[in-house]
Structures are given as structure tokens and as C-alpha cells.
């Protein structure tokens, strides 16, 4: 592997960055003015707009029988009843109850209606302690899907102009010009130029008509350079005709952790039209967990009919070319056993688990399962963009111990995981533990494994 | 008329007819709505395959939950085992049905019947504890979570009593008000989070569906 970002520079870019990051909220624009009346007839008309057959069922099925709370490590590593998953989702039950449940007629004198201060309660339990991880979708004996409805109460409170300044920020911010953390195409050029000087090779791009496109993000571009980097070479190193886009090379949606579903609608079409525009087979989506979902499953909904792309995340397309043999890795003794953190919107959320197993297996690594793995993966405590929130700091902290903890058990002594925000709180949890374990990117160390082989086309001589 | 027949008579007959209707009502509700279809592509073929094996998976729990689940899931399994032979294999209750629907079936000897039922009672009596004194529990409970412990404890209790004579109040009275918790349960069913037993499994194979077209087991 050539190394693109040494220890130094990135330990550099991560003080900076997270210098950064800690003061966007200071930046946002005032929250929305609006009355409080406002605020809960938006919030309702989300919460009656998400409430389906599906739904409705799901939320008839609830026992309260508090399973949900055994799986969440928020609860977990509190013992606060508050943080019970399924307590989260009480306000869309109200409204169910009181506006379409077949047994409204009768439930209404009963159930009263929501209120802003029920609202404001709220932003806590599904920003801070929730990311939406869905673990307890796991345990629930009647296998509701919490996870998605508290996606759908996010929907509700930015609709009410209550999200956090901080999402708030990174939401207005990607809604105007379609970048992240001020990525925007300059500094992006400066990134690929700059990774292109150290790989040693010209990086397509806006190729038309490539049969891949690779996608990065603004977290990458600032920070996991060694991600990007990492996919780049394994690309080139097996001859793929794929290409970066100026137009489509951020893969983060911001739209879709606050809660802004528009915002999530337009930047989603966006890279769309830019990815059917380039007619690219496949789309290879960065590092960065929740990029996945929201363009593997989003795309089709954003544009109102099927497309014609695939999309894969790293992990996925590397493991599988591993898996039928068109990518070929150098074994290498690894002394250190190594955990594999499955992010839960690529893992739980996406189905690709044994991809990355198979590339770490090919690499020689021991890897050491986690008690709590594939499906059933805790978070690592920062994901859904919770990683950004300084009021869920200690929240944080409590997820990525109990994370922490399991890794520790399972005695590994190295940690691989495919996905940017993962790593940023991984690393920021390290850094408030005392605790030393490398954290590494999987398109790293897969590019770190590529054997030697002879010069390729476009190489440097 | 006597309570006994008042009990056994109109409140039962009554408690059925709201029974029926209600649940009726609220499962057509349900089904009378609205689904949304998603257009993405599915990771996985064998979507209503993978529907129909979360709403029996779930009735296991996954290995990694046991510790902190597996008390209240080996409950909710005996409590409901108990409840379908003390309802349907009952000795006495079969004569009941079969004079309902005109047939019957085997039943369960008494000696066996018995202490399944005091079991069931007793874990509901539990549950009902466990709800009122943990606090997670207590957190997330509302009068829809007592209530429907409560009346469903009240059949087996008074069912008790009355086989076994115990108390100060005469067989029939016993009887009667045997006959009267059941037409409160059968009454309260579908309104509550009884209704559970019509949205549990659909509520799985949703998740299964779900999660399938993603590429996940759930």
C-alpha cells in the first residue's frame, strides 16, 4: 500500500476536525421561528403521513414488555428507564391512537392530544440517545421495527423545527451546495490530486460510461484520506474502468440522519441523475455507513421508479471480488488478533457481513468475533450522525464503552471497521478513555494486502 | 334470574358478541390500510419465505439476549403454554366448548391441568409484580398494561376458586363470578394490547420482509 495520509498528517486533520465539528452548532442558523401550534400540527402531519398498514400493525403488536430495553446500549450503560427504545416512539403511538387506529373513536376521549412540550421532550430520545441502530429490532418478541420509527419521529421534530443546531447546520449546509464539513469540489480536486501525487498513477475522472463509479465523503476527503486512497489502488490494482465524479463524490446525506426528508429526496436525486448521467454500471459508495442505505435504498424512492446502478459499499465489492477470485490479497502474518465492527447501516441495515470477513480472512488476520455480531452488533455509539452532538457526549460514551467492552472480551487487540463515522467515534472515545487500540480503515488494509505486480496502465514509469 | 344465570346467560353471551365484533372491527381496520411498497431493487429473493420464518424464529431468542432477556421470554413461553391447556384442555372446559360447538376433544387429566394453571397464575402474578417494581418497567407501563394482566389474572383466579371451593362465598357465587371475569376478559381483549395475538406474527413477518430485502435474518 502507498501510504497516503501518514500517522502524523491524519492525527493533525483529526484535532482539527474535530475542532471543527465541536463548534457547528455555534454556526447554525436560529431554529425556525414558528408557533407552538405549528410546531405540532407539522410534527402530526409527518408522523400521519410515515403511519402505513405496516406501522400500524407494528405499533398494535407492542407489548411493552421493555426486551427492546436489554438491547440498547444507551439503556444498557445508564439503566435509564427513560432511554427504553420502544418509550421513544409514545408520541407516534398517541397520534395513531387518537387519529388512525381503527379504535380512534373510542381511544380519543382518553388519549390526549401531543403537546410542543411532549415535542422538545423528545429531541433527546430520538437524536441523542437514539442512532437508529435497530439492535432492538433484534430481541423484540413481536419484531417491531423501532429503528424506522424513529427515523420517523427525526422526520417529525426537523419538520417542527426542533432537530439539533448541529444537524441543523450540516442539513442547511448540504441543502445549499451539496457538501459536507466544506468539502466542496475544489477541495475535493485538491484531495484526489493530492492522493493521485502518492499513488503515482492519473484517478479517472467524470469518465463516462466507466463501469464504476467510487464515491467519497466529506469526512474522508478531510480526514480517512487513507480510505479513499486505499479503494482508489485496489481499483486500479485490478483493472477496473471505474472513474470519480465532480459531480457525484459525496456520498454522506445529511438530509437523512437529521431528518430533513426533502433535503434527503433532493441530494439523493442529485447523485442519481449525476450517476445515470455518467451511465456507470455500479457505484461503489465510501466508507461511511448510512451513505448506503440512503443511495442502495433511496435511490429508487427518490426518483419514483426503479434504477438501473448498482450499489455497493466498500466492504461489499471488495469482499466479493475476493470472494470469486477476481481480487487476490497477500496473506501476511498478523500477530495481533483483530475485531471487525460491523456498522449497523451496512451490517444490520444493509446485509453485508461476510464480504468483509472474507477480505480480513484472505489478509491473514485471527479475527476475533464479538460477542454481539453481524445482526446482532452493538453501535459504536456515535452513529446517525450523533457523533456531531456535543449534548450526547455522554451518551457517547456510554455506547462506546459498552462496544468498548465486548471487543475487549473478545481479546482482540486491533480494531477494523468500514465506516468513517464509526472511526471518527472510535477514535474520539479512545481519546476521553485513556485507550490505545489502532483503529484502521477496511479499504486500507485491504489496499495494504494487494500483492506486487507489474506496472499497469496508467503507472508512473 | 340469579347471577349465575345472569353470568353465564346475557354477559356471556353478550361479552362474546362484543368480542367477535371487536376484534373484527379492529383487525379489518388494520387491514383496510394503506401499504407503501418500496422500489429499490431486494438483496435477496424469497421475501414471504423470509416473512414467515421471523414469525416462528421469534420464538426463540437469539443466544447473545439470553442473558438479559432470558428470564422473561422462558416466562412468556410457560405463561402462554399454560394458558392454551388450562383454556382448551381443561376437563371441565371441554364439556363447555362441547356444549358450545357440539363437539369436544381430549382432555388433559386434572392432575395434570391443575398445576399448569397455578403455575400460569403464578407467573402472571409475577409479571404483574415485576411490572410494578422494576423501574424500566414501571417507566413504560400504563393503565392498558395493568389492566390487561389484571383481567386476565381474574379468570384463573376465580377459576381456582371455585374448583377448589376455597372462600367464604358459595359455589355458585364463585361460578358466576368465574363466568363474569371471563366475559370481562373476553370483553377487554380487543381493545387492549390483548390484541396481540392477531398482530404479533403479521408484526413478524413485516420485520422479515423488512429486513430480507436487505440481506439480513431477523
Redesign the interface.
Known amino acids: 500500500m502507498t501510504e497516503v495520509i501518514t500517522k502524523q498528517e491524519r492525527e493533525e486533520a483529526f484535532a482539527m476536525f474535530y475542532g471543527m465539528a465541536a463548534s457547528i452548532g455555534e454556526l447554525a442558523d436560529p431554529a425556525p421561528e414558528m408557533t407552538d401550534e405549528e410546531r405540532v400540527e407539522r410534527a402530526k402531519e409527518v408522523f400521519l403521513k410515515g ?4 406501522v ?3 405499533l ?8 427492546c ?3 440498547c446500549q444507551f ?2 450503560g445508564t ?1 435509564d ?2 432511554y ?1 427504545p ?2 421513544k416512539l409514545d408520541l407516534l403511538k398517541k397520534v395513531y391512537k387518537r387519529e ?4 380512534s373513536w ?1 381511544l380519543k376521549p382518553f388519549t390526549p392530544d401531543i403537546t410542543v412540550e411532549d415535542l422538545r421532550n423528545q429531541v433527546e430520545l430520538v437524536y441523542d440517545s437514539c442512532t437508529m441502530c435497530g439492535r432492538c ?9 423501532i429503528g ?1 420509527l424513529v427515523s420517523l419521529n427525526r422526520s417529525a421534530m426537523a419538520a417542527a423545527g426542533l432537530a439539533p443546531a448541529e444537524l441543523r447546520y450540516m442539513r442547511d449546509g448540504q441543502e445549499a451546495d451539496g457538501t459536507i464539513f466544506g468539502a466542496d469540489e475544489d477541495l475535493f480536486m485538491f484531495r484526489i490530486q493530492d492522493i493521485q501525487q502518492k499513488l503515482g498513477f492519473e484517478i479517472p475522472l467524470n469518465k463516462k460510461g466507466a463501469d464504476v463509479l467510487l464515491m467519497t465523503s466529506g469526512l474522508d476527503i478531510h480526514l480517512f484520506a487513507d480510505a479513499t486512497g486505499g479503494a482508489i489502488e485496489t481499483l486500479h490494482h485490478m483493472g477496473v474502468d471505474y472513474t470519480l465524479a465532480t459531480d457525484a463524490y459525496e456520498g454522506a446525506n445529511f438530509g437523512s440522519l437529521s431528518g430533513y426528508d426533502a433535503t434527503k429526496k433532493k441530494l439523493t436525486k442529485h447523485s442519481t441523475e449525476a450517476i445515470e448521467a455518467l451511465g456507470v454500471k455500479t457505484v461503489i459508495v465510501p466508507e461511511c455507513g448510512h451513505s448506503y ?1 440512503a443511495l ?6 427518490a ?5 438501473n446502478f448498482e450499489v455497493m459499499t466498500v466492504s461489499e465489492y471488495f469482499g466479493r471480488a475476493v470472494m470469486d477470485g477476481r481480487l487476490k490479497l497477500e496473506k501476511k502474518s498478523h500477530p495481533k488478533p483483530i475485531a471487525l465492527h460491523d456498522p449497523c447501516k451496512v ?6 457481513f461476510d464480504e468483509p470477513r472474507e477480505i480480513l480472512k484472505a489478509c491473514g488476520y485471527d479475527l476475533h468475533e464479538t ?2 455480531n453481524r ?2 452488533n452493538f453501535c459504536c455509539g456515535g452513529g446517525a450522525a450523533n457523533f456531531l452532538l456535543p449534548s450526547a457526549d455522554k451518551l457517547k460514551r456510554v455506547g462506546y464503552r459498552v462496544k468498548m467492552g465486548e471487543i475487549e472480551a473478545a481479546g482482540a487487540e486491533e480494531l477494523v471497521v468500514s465506516c468513517g463515522s464509526c472511526r471518527m467515534n472510535f477514535e474520539v472515545g479512545k481519546v476521553k478513555a485513556g485507550d490505545s487500540i489502532p483503529v484502521e480503515s477496511l479499504a486500507a488494509i485491504i489496499a495494504a494486502h494487494l500483492p506486487k505486480k507489474e506496472t499497469v496502465e496508467g503507472d508512473k514509469v | 334470574m340469579t347471577l349465575l344465570e345472569f353470568a353465564r346467560g346475557p354477559a356471556l353471551q353478550w361479552a362474546a358478541v362484543i368480542f367477535v365484533i371487536g376484534m373484527l372491527w379492529r383487525t379489518l381496520g388494520l387491514l383496510l390500510m394503506l401499504r407503501s411498497r418500496p422500489l429499490s431493487k431486494d438483496r435477496k429473493k424469497g421475501l414471504a419465505g423470509a416473512g414467515v420464518k421471523t414469525m416462528f424464529s421469534r420464538f426463540l431468542l437469539p443466544k447473545v439476549f439470553a442473558k438479559r432477556v432470558g428470564f422473561q421470554y422462558l416466562l412468556g413461553w410457560i405463561w402462554h403454554v399454560g394458558f392454551v391447556l388450562t383454556v382448551f384442555f381443561f376437563q371441565v372446559h371441554v364439556m363447555f366448548f362441547k356444549g358450545l360447538v357440539g363437539f369436544g376433544w381430549p382432555a388433559l387429566p386434572n392432575s395434570v391441568v391443575l398445576p399448569v394453571a397455578a403455575v400460569s397464575l403464578g407467573i402472571l402474578v409475577i409479571l404483574l409484580v415485576r411490572r410494578m417494581t422494576n423501574p424500566m418497567l414501571r417507566y413504560i407501563s400504563n393503565f392498558n398494561d395493568y389492566s390487561s394482566v389484571i383481567v386476565t389474572i381474574l379468570p384463573f383466579a376465580t377459576g381456582f376458586a371455585t374448583f377448589t371451593h376455597i372462600g367464604v362465598l358459595p359455589y355458585e357465587t364463585l361460578l358466576a363470578l368465574h363466568f363474569l371475569s371471563v366475559a370481562l376478559l373476553l370483553v377487554w381483549f380487543p381493545f387492549s394490547k390483548l390484541f396481540h395475538v392477531i398482530t404479533v406474527l403479521p408484526s413478524r413477518y413485516i420485520l422479515g420482509v423488512k429486513f430480507w430485502r436487505r440481506g439480513v435474518e431477523a
Open positions: 403511519i402505513d398498514n405496516n400500524a400493525v407494528q398494535d403488536a407492542c407489548l411493552h414488555c421493555g426486551a430495553a436489554q438491547a439503556f444498557i439503566e428507564p427513560k427504553t420502544i418509550h388512525l387506529s381503527p379504535l373510542l429490532n433484534m430481541v423484540c418478541p413481536s419484531a417491531i421495527n424506522d442505505p442502495r435504498f433511496g435511490a429508487a424512492e426518483m419514483g421508479r426503479p434504477v451490517g444490520r441495515w444493509g446485509g453485508v460477542e454481539s445482526q446482532y
